[in-house]
């Protein structure tokens, strides 16, 4: 069976103003199930927590479902699930937390793949304490991130090894599972950037290894909203700072401040949305799949679906001459290249001007780009997501050649 692409294109109101939205690796449109559990939310009448009256109770369910709908997502547990405004924001809560029980005497180590979010919040914490930090290296020929380098980064003085599961720009899936045993082994944690990789592939934390990971919700088809993913019994080692009436618990204590209920709401939609993606949707599972098995089928559909697409994309730009970066074994669908001559800001008005919506520049891999030398106007990214079609690729693909030619 087919991916209905045409199906799922129909649930996304946005696509409708005619644009080849190829951007989704900087965020991804919002279909009309997720923007009506915003709107519900909303309408049916939401109320701080903790209140002795209806609306108030409705919010509590409302972070539960959340919780319980990441979970589902990543295969984690529903009270390890932090949300947060922003990746970037949850990773320097834990950074900040747990360089609290580091000493000079410790290392972390980061990736040159990585999205900076990934990377600075662990070179300040670890400037606060005069702890060493650690480079893992890309290859930049291949793009890959060679897991055997950690056998000689990660030691008894590890405390963080903090990787990308997918790098945002190059599309690198690095094998994390290899790394996190580098980690686990010394008793070292492994802090996961999942933001790029969990639109793409079934997720799994526990096969991952993963002590933390990290998802952004307007990577998925949901609202600018955020989580990270823990064990529980991990969040209950560990203290951030936080207001003195604030609840203790966990993972409670992590969320600093009132939650974006409405959006929380929206994001356990987009999970359901996600969770029904696969040939034929909801009704190809059984009633009595649970949604964590819709989510890993719907997203080995998914996979595939882009694979394909993205195979036409790379095949296109490699006839029309680009430079491309990167070429890792496994990847999630972006491509970043540039078009020798034409600045990439210059790319990606061009296209925009066709139809077709790219970004440019570093894209935060901002180690990555300097190390491939391409700072300050990094290049051109343009990915799939599942909305894509093939119309998309190929639009893009008939305005970089109308810009070559
Ligand atoms: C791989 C990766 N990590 C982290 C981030 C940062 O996510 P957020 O915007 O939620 O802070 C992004 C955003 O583009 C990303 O692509």
Redesign the pocket.
Known sequence: MTFDVARVRALYPALADGYAYLDG??GTQVPVPVIDAIADAYRAGIGNLGGAFEASDRSEEIVARARQAVADLTGGTAGGVVFGP????LCYRVANALSRMWTADDEVVVSRLD?D??IRPWIQAAARVGAVVRWAEADLETGELPAGQYADLVGPRTRVVAV?A?S?AIGTRPDVAAIAAHARAVGALCYV?G??ATPHVPVDVTALGADFYAT?AY?WAGPHV?AVVAAPDLLETIWPDKLAPSSNGVPWRFERGTLPFADLAGAAAAVDHLAALAPGGAASGTVSQSRRERVLASMTAVEAYEAGLFARMLGGLDELGVTLYGSAARRAPTAFFNVPGVPPRTVAERLAARGVNVWSGD??AYELCTALGLQPDGAVRAGVVHYNNLSDVDRLLAGLAELAG
């Not at 922003?86 to 924001?89: F, H, K, L, V």
């Open positions: 690796a900087a922003s990746a970037t924001e999205h979010s990934n990308t997918a945002n950037d933001v790029h952004s990577k955020a894209n935060y």
